[in-house]
C-alpha cells in the first residue's frame, strides 16, 4: 500500500492488489476476478477487479446477488459497452460499475 495522503486516504494500484483490511465482508466481490487496484478513504473505498467474463456474465451476477442479499436498488444505467448499478446495503451507498474492456471487463465497486 503506498503511504497515507493528507486526508486519510490509502491508494494501491499494481497487477494484484490486496483489499483494505478493513473492507466491508457483506460486498459481493465477483469470483472470477483478481483485485487489481484499491483505494480507502474516509468517505470509504473504492475497488476495480479485472474478469475475463463478458458484461452480461457479470452484470447478472451482481443482480442475483443484491436480489438474494436484499439490497435496495438505487438506480441503473445501462450502456453498450458499461453498466452501473446502485444500491442501498444497511445505510450506505454501493455501486459497481461493470465496463465491458479488450479481453474482459473492469468491475469497480464504491462504497459511501
Not at 67 to 93: C, F, H, M, P
Request: net charge neutral; hydrophobic share 40%; glycine share 4%.
Amino acid at each position: 500500500m503506498a503511504p497515507a495522503l493528507e486526508d486519510n486516504t490509502d491508494y494501491a494500484a499494481m497487477e494484484a492488489v490486496k483489499l483494505p483490511k478493513d473492507f466491508p465482508g457483506d460486498i459481493h466481490l465477483y469470483a472470477n476476478a483478481r483485485n487489481i487496484k484499491s483505494f480507502k478513504s474516509d468517505k470509504g473505498f473504492s475497488v476495480t477487479l479485472f474478469t475475463p467474463d463478458t458484461l452480461e456474465k457479470v452484470v447478472a451476477d451482481y443482480r442475483e446477488y443484491a436480489e438474494l442479499a436484499q439490497w435496495q436498488d438505487e438506480k441503473v444505467l445501462e450502456l453498450s459497452n458499461k453498466t452501473v448499478l446502485k444500491y442501498k446495503v444497511d445505510g450506505r451507498i454501493l455501486a459497481v460499475q461493470v465496463a465491458q474492456k479488450q479481453g474482459g471487463c473492469l468491475i469497480t465497486i464504491s462504497t459511501k
